[in-house]
C-alpha cells in the first residue's frame, strides 16, 4: 500500500536551457585553450579543464534524463532514474583528478614561475566572466532537482569565481610582473573544484548507500509516526533516495485492538506528504492482536533498525 508515486528524475527540468549552456561553454572552452596555451597560463588551462568538467556534467545530465525517461521494464524496476547519480560520481571524480593535477603544476608553477602574457590571460579571464555569468544564468532557468544539474549550476558558479580570480592574477602580472600570481590563482580554482568534486561524491555516495536524505532525523520520523492515533509499534522502518530529489519510505506498522488498519495508513501517508514530502511509501500494516509478541519475541524475527513504540499504548507484554 502506498501513496501516489511521481516518478522521475529530472521531472520539468527543461533541455533546452541545458543545451544553450553546453554550448556557451563549449565553445568558449575551446577558445581559452589555444589562448591559454599562446600566453603560457596555467590558470587559464585550469580555467579551461574546469569548464570541460562542467561541458561533462551537463551532457550527462541530459544522457540522464533521456535514460530516466525509460519506463521501468525486466530486471530493472525503477528504471533508469540512477544514471544521473551514476554520472554525478563520474564527474565529482574527475573533479578531484583535475585538482590533484592542477595542484602540482601550480606548486611546480611557484617554484620555478615561467614567463606569462598578463595582458591575455586578464582579456581572456574577463570574457570568461561574462561567458559564465551568461551559462549560469541559462541553468537557473532549468529544474535543478537533478543532482547532475546542481552540480552543474554549483560548478558554473566557481568558474565564475575563478575567472575573476585569473582576471586579478592578469591584472596583477600586468602591473607588477609578478608571474607568481598566475599559479596562486589556480590554487584558489584547485580549492573550487575539490570542494565541489568532494560535495558531488558525498551526495551521490548517500544515494547509492542508500542512506536517509540529508538532514532528516529517522528517529524523530520513527517516533512521530509511532505517536499517530491508532498506532501500537513502528519497526523495520526505512527511509532511502531512490534518485534526486525522490525519497522513498518503506514500514511495517502495527495497529492497535479496535482501529482501522486503512485508515491509520492514510494517515501515516498524510503524515510523511505533508510534514517530510516523502511520498513513495510501501507500509507493511497489521492489527496488532493478531500477532502475539513478547519483549523476548518480536513480531518481526529478523527486524532492522531500532522499533519505535506509541508511549500511550497499553502494556502489551503481559
Do not use: K
Request: net charge negative.
Amino acid at each position: 500500500m502506498g501513496a501516489g508515486h511521481e516518478h522521475g528524475v529530472t521531472a520539468g527540468a527543461d533541455r533546452r536551457w541545458l543545451t544553450a549552456a553546453l554550448v556557451l561553454i563549449v565553445a568558449f572552452m575551446a577558445a581559452e585553450v589555444v589562448l591559454g596555451v599562446l600566453a603560457g597560463s596555467l590558470a587559464l588551462l585550469s580555467d579551461a579543464a574546469h569548464m570541460l568538467t562542467d561541458a561533462a556534467s551537463i551532457a550527462l545530465a541530459l544522457i540522464a534524463m533521456r535514460l530516466a525517461a525509460r519506463p521501468p521494464r525486466g530486471g530493472f524496476t525503477y528504471g533508469f532514474r540512477r544514471a544521473e547519480i551514476l554520472s554525478a560520481q563520474a564527474n565529482g571524480l574527475t573533479l578531484l583528478l583535475l585538482a590533484v593535477w592542477l595542484g602540482y603544476e601550480s606548486v611546480r608553477r611557484l617554484v620555478n614561475p615561467p614567463e606569462v602574457t598578463g595582458g591575455l590571460v586578464l582579456g581572456t579571464a574577463l570574457a570568461g566572466v561574462v561567458v559564465n555569468i551568461a551559462a549560469t544564468w541559462l541553468l537557473s532557468r532549468a529544474n535543478r532537482t537533478s543532482l547532475n544539474v546542481r552540480g552543474a549550476y554549483q560548478h558554473i558558479l566557481n568558474d565564475l569565481f575563478a575567472f575573476i580570480g585569473t582576471a586579478v592574477a592578469g591584472l596583477v602580472i600586468v602591473l607588477t610582473g609578478y608571474a607568481r600570481a598566475d599559479a596562486i590563482a589556480t590554487l584558489v580554482v584547485v580549492v573550487l573544484m575539490a570542494r565541489a568534486g568532494i560535495g558531488l561524491l558525498r551526495d551521490s555516495g548517500r544515494v547509492f548507500l542508500e542512506a536517509a536524505p540529508a538532514g532528516l532525523d529517522t528517529t524523530a520520523l520513527g517516533h512521530r509516526l509511532a505517536g499517530l492515533d491508532g498506532v501500537d509499534e513502528v519497526h523495520d522502518l526505512h527511509v532511502w533516495t531512490i534518485t534526486s530529489g525522490e525519497p522513498a519510505l518503506s514500514a511495517h506498522v502495527l495497529v492497535r485492538p479496535g482501529h482501522d488498519c486503512h485508515g491509520v495508513r492514510r494517515d501515516m501517508e498524510r503524515t510523511l506528504r505533508d510534514g517530510y514530502h516523502i511520498e513513495h511509501t510501501t507500509l507493511q500494516v497489521d492489527h496488532a492482536d493478531d500477532l502475539a509478541r513478547t519483549e523476548a519475541e518480536p513480531y518481526c524475527e529478523q527486524s532492522h533498525g531500532p522499533v519505535h513504540r506509541n508511549v500511550t499504548a497499553p502494556d502489551r507484554t503481559g
